[in-house]
């Protein structure tokens, strides 16, 4: 016999948990999970303040995560201070833009992760940073620069003007990033 289906119903912008229920609810967001993972939650013994749904970019889906309980089981080192790559990738999820004639940095967003997050609830209040440094040391930084998360989703991208005198160069630079989605691309535009 398999194990009952509960529906989570969520807030699509925050991943605020609204209700639990056996029945599923057409016209909210809901997220099926087994009854064993939210028993807690139902039986009143934990709080859905400490739950929340979020995208899963790894595996790119929405999971409810206690948000006291941090796993880093799916993240490796590189994970954590990932060098984003030059070479050309078809559709790369994200997309960062050192744009030496118009003097900004403009980050993007692919069109099947754009069409993924659209398709699912996502919660979309969380920042991305990314690290300019020289090339191939991450311990040397030049600027961070920090990117609000749905407003590249809603905006499709997102600009950041040049401050520093280097950005208008072709400095050889690498930019570092936590790796929260599968592909990623630096490009270089010069003129």
Known sequence: ??????????EKDTGKILS??????????????????????????ESFSSYSVEYNAKTKSLDLINKFEHTLDHFSVNDFIYEMPEEAIDDPDI??????????WKIKMGNDLKKNLKAKGVRLN????FSVTEKGDPNVLYKTLSVHFGTVVSD??????????????????SVYTSRRF???KLERIYE
């Open 156 to 173: 499709n991208y997102y600009i950041v003007p040049f401050s520093m005198p280097f950005e208008t160069t072709d400095q050889p630079i």
């Open 126 to 129: 969380q920042a991305m940073l």
């Open 182 to 184: 599968d592909t990623y």
């Open 95 to 104: 997309v960062l833009i050192q744009d030496i004639p118009n003097t900004c």
């Open 1 to 10: 016999m398999s194990e009952a289906i509960m529906y989570v119903s969520f």
């Open 20 to 45: 639990i229920s056996n029945e599923k609810d057409e016209t909210a967001n809901v997220l099926e999970v087994p009854l064993s993972e939210v028993l807690g939650l139902v039986e009143g013994k």
